[in-house]
C-alpha cells in the first residue's frame, strides 16, 4: 500500500551569485530548476490552477531568477505552466479530456521508443535495466509513490537512451510529466486506499521484455501499460473532486458547502 507522504520542500534562500561561485553553467542550472519545478508540479506541491508570482517559485526551488525563468518558458512549451507577463505565471489545470486525447499520442510513442530500445540496447544497457527490474521486483510494494515516481523517471530515462533517437525526447518527456501527476493524483487522492503493485508489475513486465530482446513481447506490454493508465481517468473522473484537478475551484466548493449549511437537513 502507498505510504502517503507529508513532507514539503525546504525554502531556500535565493543566491543569484551562485553560477559564478560553483562555476556551474547557465545552462545545467536551468535545467535543474526544470527537474526541481517539475518535481514539485508531479506531486501537486505546486497544485493545479495555482497562481504564483516569480519571487515565490525562486524561494521554493532554490535558484536564482534566469535559471527559473528559463526553467518556466520550457515548462510553458511543454504545456504545463501559462505564463502571464508581469504577473506571474500559473500552474495549468488538470483536463481529464484532453488528457485522455493525449494518452493515445503517448501510446503511440511509447511504442516506438520501445520497439527501439529493444532492438538497439547493448548489453550495458540491458544490465542497468535488469538491475531496475530486481529493485522493483524486491522493494516495489513497499514503495510510496514519491519514491517509485523516482524509478519512473529513470526507466522513462532508460529507455530513451536505449532508443538512440534523440528527436522524440522533446516531445515525449513532458507527456511523462503530465502522466506521473495523474498517477501522482490516483493514488494519492482516490478515496480508497491504491496498491501501487498495479503499476510496479506493469513496469516489470515491460522493462523484462525489453532487456530481454523481445519487441512484441515490449510493444504489447507497453500497450498493457498505457491501457492501466487510461483506467486511471474513469477513477479521477467518478471519485476525484475537481478542486483536485484545479485548486481554483476551492472557493466554488466552499460556497457550495456553505449553501448545504444555511439549507440545512431536508
Known amino acids: 500500500m502507498a505510504n ?12 543569484e551569485d551562485a553560477p559564478a561561485r560553483t562555476g556551474k553553467s547557465a545552462s545545467n542550472l536551468a ?11 508531479v506531486s501537486c506541491t505546486l497544485a493545479p490552477g495555482r497562481f504564483l508570482a516569480m519571487h515565490e517559485l525562486q524561494a521554493m526551488v532554490g535558484y536564482g531568477r534566469t535559471p527559473v525563468h528559463q526553467a518556466l518558458s520550457r515548462l510553458a512549451a511543454d504545456t504545463l505552466v501559462q505564463i502571464t507577463p508581469r504577473h506571474g505565471f500559473r500552474i495549468a489545470p488538470i483536463d481529464l479530456t484532453r488528457e485522455r486525447l493525449l494518452l493515445r499520442l503517448r501510446r503511440e510513442m511509447e511504442r516506438f521508443v ?8 547493448g548489453a550495458s544497457e540491458r544490465n542497468r535495466m535488469q538491475h531496475i527490474k530486481r529493485q522493483l521486483v524486491e522493494h516495489g510494494a513497499r514503495m510510496t509513490v514519491e519514491q517509485f515516481n523516482v524509478v519512473d523517471r529513470l526507466i522513462d530515462q532508460q529507455f530513451l ?7 522524440v525526447e522533446g516531445t515525449l518527456r513532458p507527456l511523462h510529466t503530465i502522466f506521473r501527476r495523474i498517477g501522482w493524483i490516483y493514488h494519492m ?8 503493485q498495479g503499476t510496479v508489475d506493469g513496469h516489470i513486465a515491460v522493462i523484462e521484455a525489453v532487456a530481454s530482446g523481445q519487441v512484441e513481447a515490449a510493444m504489447a506490454a507497453s500497450d498493457r ?10 477513477v479521477l473522473e467518478r471519485d ?3 478542486s483536485r ?12 458547502e456553505l449553501t448545504k449549511a444555511i439549507a440545512g437537513p431536508r
Open 4 to 15: 502517503r507522504s507529508t513532507a514539503r520542500p525546504k525554502l531556500v534562500s535565493v543566491d
Open 225 to 234: 501499460l498505457m491501457d492501466f493508465v487510461d483506467s486511471m481517468f474513469d
Open 240 to 242: 476525484v473532486p475537481p
Open 31 to 41: 535545467g535543474q530548476a526544470y527537474d526541481r519545478i517539475e518535481e514539485l508540479l
Open 161 to 167: 537512451a536505449a532508443a538512440q533517437e534523440p528527436f
Open 114 to 121: 520501445i520497439r527501439l530500445a529493444t532492438e538497439r540496447s
Open 245 to 256: 484537478l484545479d485548486c481554483s475551484l476551492d472557493a466554488d466548493d466552499r460556497m457550495l
Open 189 to 196: 487522492h482516490k478515496p480508497d486506499d491504491v496498491q501501487l
